[in-house]
Each structure stands twice: as structure tokens, then as C-alpha cells.
């Protein structure tokens, strides 16, 4: 994360090699790294015989749990589009995830980047659809607010958290300031399963123009919505340019929230 938080993963800006295992996997079929994020993961879109399928990977000793995220999309599956997991395993050098392609492309695709009204009403609506969809009652995952406080708390303890690879919002506030205000929680509204990484990318467009699922659900756990939407407006200002905000909120058809809003980007940039 940089000064203007550029997105957290992207199409490589260099020749990648895929890992060992991946190799394997992939063999003599045509295929494309689509994404690599900060940590060294990578989404890989294979061309297999009959349609195209994706493998995750994460590199050994890094925060990206694909275990979890697979227990996560085999329960969110029976509720909503979400990619199926086909295969996992795990060696030396990381884990993987073999999953089903959706059909629909990624809202930050050059298509729906020409065209940013749209992407941002779709997702508006789709994270809508998503949280209205997913029953709180009977997740068994937790996102709260609390929870991830408690897991900023221990990274300062321990001097992780640096205040210099925040973003420029939060520049100012220095790790003692910033730990205040989170600690100052602002009342639930209501409770959703949220997806927990509410950024553009995650939303898929079908032609139309219309979201057709989402994915990347690492994080999906229960909270106030708020933690999402915080994010997914967020997201619109890196990827389609500020001002958007009102647009996306008026699609999921909420007023917008000021102070939850900083709240929860402020706890989503401490985050690890």
C-alpha cells in the first residue's frame, strides 16, 4: 500500500513464472496470470478443454489463507454466484485453489473502465444482492469489527503497523491516534454476511452490464455492512476516479454514512 493506495493487485507489470506446482497443473493448455497482489499471489485464467477454469495460489508464510477462502465459497455457494472449488492442495512453496470461471468479466476490465456509471452501479447493486442473499443466522464465519480490532492491536504491539504505508487519509493520525479512533466503534446498524473485500475487482459484469457474482471471498464473515461498502466505494475512487460514492450507495439503496465510513476504512488500511 502506497501514499495514493493504489489497487492491492493487478495484471503483473513483469514476466512472472508460475510455481512448480502450477505447472503441473496447467501443462501444455493456454493460460494468462491475470492478477498478482502485493504478497506474491497469483490468479491464473487456463483455458482447459472444455472452458476456461482459474487456479489461486499463495506463496508459503504469507496472510493469504486459500483453505479458508475454500470453506467460505463451498458454504456462499448455495446462496450466490460464486466460483465452485474444483481442486486444493499445498507443497513447500504455497498453497492453491483450482476453481470454476463465472461467466462475466471483472468490473475493472477495460470494457467497464470506459464506462465507469455502469460498473459502479453494478456492483452497488450485486454487493446488495449479496448481502441480502447470505443468512446471517446460520454463518458460521465472523468479520466483526472487534474481531479485526483485536488483530490490529496485537500487529501494533508487536511494531508491525506502519504509519508511512498508509493511506494519505490516515497519514496524519500517527499509530497511537489511529488506534483511538478505532477503538471508538460506531453502533452496528444492522448485521449482513459481508463479502469482506468489497473492491471493484470483485464484481463481475455480465454483458449487460449487470453483476453475475463475485469473487475473492477470503474475508466473508458477519458485520455491519458497512465494512463492505466502505470499502467498495473506496475502490471506485482507485479505479474509476473520484466522485462516485453517491452513485454506488444510491444502487444499493442506502444514504451515505459518513462516520462509518471513515471508521471502516481507517480499521481496512490497519488491517493486515
Known amino acids: 500500500m502506497t501514499d495514493g493506495r493504489p489497487p492491492l493487485a493487478g495484471p503483473p507489470d513483469a514476466p512472472t513464472a508460475l510455481?512448480?506446482?502450477?505447472?503441473?497443473?496447467?501443462?501444455?493448455?493456454?493460460?494468462?496470470?491475470?492478477?498478482?497482489?502485493?504478497?506474491g499471489g497469483i490468479a491464473v485464467r487456463v483455458e482447459g478443454?472444455?472452458?476456461?477454469?482459474?487456479?489461486?495460489?499463495?506463496?508459503?508464510?504469507?496472510?493469504?489463507?486459500l483453505p479458508a477462502e475454500a470453506t467460505r465459497l463451498a458454504w456462499a455457494a448455495a446462496y450466490t454466484p460464486v466460483p465452485r472449488v474444483l481442486e486444493e492442495g499445498t507443497d513447500d512453496e504455497g498453497t492453491w485453489l483450482v476453481l470454476t470461471a463465472l461467466h462475466g468479466e471483472s468490473a475493472v476490465s477495460t470494457r467497464w473502465k470506459a464506462d465507469p456509471r455502469t460498473a459502479v452501479r453494478a456492483i452497488g447493486e450485486g454487493l446488495r444482492?449479496?448481502?441480502r442473499a447470505l443468512p446471517v443466522a446460520s454463518c458460521p464465519f465472523g468479520w466483526s469489527a472487534t474481531d479485526r480490532l483485536a488483530v490490529?492491536?496485537?500487529?501494533?504491539?508487536?511494531?508491525?503497523?506502519?504509519?508511512?504505508?498508509?493511506?494519505?487519509?490516515?497519514?496524519?493520525?500517527g499509530v497511537d491516534e489511529a488506534l483511538a479512533r478505532l477503538r471508538d466503534q460506531p453502533?452496528?446498524?444492522?448485521?449482513?454476511?459481508?463479502?469482506g473485500d468489497a473492491c471493484a475487482p470483485n464484481t463481475l459484469l455480465g454483458a449487460d452490464g449487470r453483476w453475475v457474482g463475485h469473487v475473492d471471498l477470503g474475508s466473508l464473515g458477519v458485520a455491519d455492512p458497512w465494512a463492505d461498502l466502505?470499502?467498495?466505494?473506496?475502490?471506485?475512487?482507485?479505479?474509476y476516479g473520484p466522485g462516485w460514492d453517491d452513485e454506488l450507495l444510491a444502487a444499493y439503496g442506502i444514504a451515505?454514512?459518513?462516520?462509518?465510513?471513515s471508521?471502516?476504512?481507517l480499521l481496512w488500511d490497519l488491517g493486515p
Open 19 to 39: 510455481p512448480r506446482a502450477l505447472r503441473s497443473l496447467v501443462g501444455h493448455r493456454a493460460h494468462e496470470i491475470a492478477w498478482r497482489n502485493q504478497l
Open 49 to 65: 478443454d472444455d472452458g476456461p477454469w482459474w487456479v489461486k495460489w499463495a506463496p508459503a508464510g504469507t496472510d493469504l489463507d
Open 129 to 131: 444482492a449479496f448481502h
Open 152 to 173: 490490529v492491536e496485537q500487529r501494533a504491539a508487536t511494531g508491525v503497523l506502519d504509519a508511512g504505508r498508509w493511506h494519505r487519509d490516515h497519514h496524519a493520525l
Open 187 to 195: 453502533e452496528i446498524t444492522h448485521l449482513v454476511v459481508c463479502h
Open 230 to 239: 466502505a470499502i467498495a466505494t473506496w475502490s471506485c475512487d482507485w479505479n
Open 256 to 261: 451515505p454514512d459518513p462516520d462509518r465510513t
Open 263 to 265: 471508521y471502516y476504512r
